[in-house]
Structure formats: C-alpha cells, structure tokens
C-alpha cells in the first residue's frame, strides 16, 4: 500500500519525462501538482517522503482541514485549484501561493478587498473554460481578454497565468484542442503587456491528457488519480454546474 504512491510517482515522472523528450522540452519547465481531493492524509504523506512538494486543493473546507496536519513539512506549498466562492476567499487567501481558478470579476474584486485587508497580495491564474462544456467553470474563451484586462486593475492580483480542464473523456485531438487555445489565448494577452500580467504559467492537463498537455507546453499538470488511485467521490461533486456561481 505504502509502495503504491510512491510506485505511481515513478511512473508520472517518467511518462512526463518522456512527453519533454518528445516535444523537445526540459522536464524543469513542468511542474508536477498531486490534486488531493478526498485524499487521505496517509497518501499526502507518502507523496512528500517520495519528494513531492506542490499539492491542490478544490474545496475551502478540505484545504482548512488539511493544511495544519501538513504544517509540519515546511517545504510544502499549496495551490487552490477549484471552484472559489467569492465568501471562502477568506480562508483561501491565507493557506495557499496560488488560486487557479480565478474566472469573472466578482470573484477578483472578492480576492482584491479581502487581500487589501489582509495587506497582501496573491498569484492567481485566470480558469478558461476551452471546451465550452457547460458542467466546468472557468470564462468563456471571448471574455478573457476584458476580463484579464479588469483583474489587472486590482494591484494586490499577480495574474501569473492561464488554467484549463480539457475536454474530459475525449479523443487526444479534441483534448489537444483544447490546450492549444489555452496557448493562443496566452500569446494574445502577452501582446497587450497588461500591467501585473505576465503569463508564464499555463496549468493544464490531468491523469488522462497531461502528456499532451505538456507537449502542447503546460508548465505546470496536476495529476490526483494517476498517483493516488480512484476517488470515491464523483468530479460533478466538485465541478457542479449546479452550485450558483457567486455563492
Ligand atoms: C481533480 C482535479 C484534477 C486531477 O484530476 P485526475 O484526473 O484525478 O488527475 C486536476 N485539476 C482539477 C481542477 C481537479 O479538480
């Protein structure tokens, strides 16, 4: 049991090792994140003695929960990779170095005033939703540019850069698709030169599709299952549609 994360991690690495070679990258421009939804704490603990230090957490209250059971190990740092409501950002802001999901306005103006408070300020990543599947969150392809263009309004917001899911149980050509619109759509804002803006990270691809995504230039997968075996939560429990977008 103890072997088997660690077992899994070697086989990760080595597949996202191999996808650099493919496509001619340098495997330090891939970054790996463990997503730890449902994870107990055991498995988080084999994963930091196999080495890995950046998790992602989808839900305020699993992060709460988790965060000072891990405190211990100073070397790990925490991202929030799910659906952010704008009354958990709170919580949020405190725990983690960067939010992935950061996808309309409210939510930044939400992240600005309750950082202003805390006098800080926060790397986050704009979410796009590439597949325009409607059970994923994330703005809408055409939005992104305003919408960046408003974030970069808000001085404690680094926007760092640009996060997707891929189309989910797809084709390796539907999936492609996808993260090269998340790439095109990184070009286009560097050309703006927002201020605070600087697109360096696109945060893409999962179990399924991180190959790839990383040869379709992903700077930085995360990967749950792969590493940690089957949840046994469904995803529609963390991406629902369902859930009113500004609670
Ligand atoms: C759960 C989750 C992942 C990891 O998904 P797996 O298919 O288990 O690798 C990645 N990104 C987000 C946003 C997630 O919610």
């Not at 001085?155 to 390796?172: R, S």
Request: glycine share 6%.
């Amino acid at each position: 049991m103890s072997h088997l994360v660690e077992a899994n991690l070697r086989t990760v690495r080595r597949q996202m090792e191999l996808a650099c070679q493919a496509s001619g990258r340098q495997i330090e421009d891939v970054q790996l994140l463990l997503a730890t939804k449902t994870v107990p704490l055991e498995k988080l603990q084999m994963a930091i003695q196999a080495g890995e230090t950046l998790f992602g957490e989808n839900k305020a209250q699993e992060l709460r929960d988790k965060f000072p059971l891990m405190q211990q190990y100073d070397q790990v740092e925490w991202h929030f990779i799910g659906h952010l409501q704008t009354n958990k950002v709170k919580d949020v802001v405190k725990y983690v170095t960067l939010i992935h999901s950061v996808d309309r306005l409210k939510l930044g103006q939400a992240l600005h005033h309750q950082l202003v408070k805390a006098n800080k300020t926060m790397d986050i990543l704009v979410q796009i939703n590439t597949s325009y599947e409607e059970s994923k969150f994330g703005a809408p392809p055409e939005a992104v540019l305003e919408l960046v263009e408003q974030l970069s309004q808000f001085e404690t917001l680094n926007v760092k850069g640009l996060m997707t899911i891929g189309k989910l149980n797809a084709t390796n050509d539907e999936t492609r698709h996808c993260f090269r619109l998340l790439k095109s759509i990184q070009t286009q804002i560097r050309e703006k030169q927002f201020p605070r803006v600087e697109m360096s990270v696109l945060s893409m691809g999962m179990s399924g599709d991180f190959q790839v995504a990383i040869e379709e230039g992903a700077t930085l997968i995360r990967v749950g299952t792969s590493v940690f075996g089957p949840r046994y939560l469904p995803d529609s429990y963390y991406w629902n549609e369902n859930m009113r977008q500004d609670e």
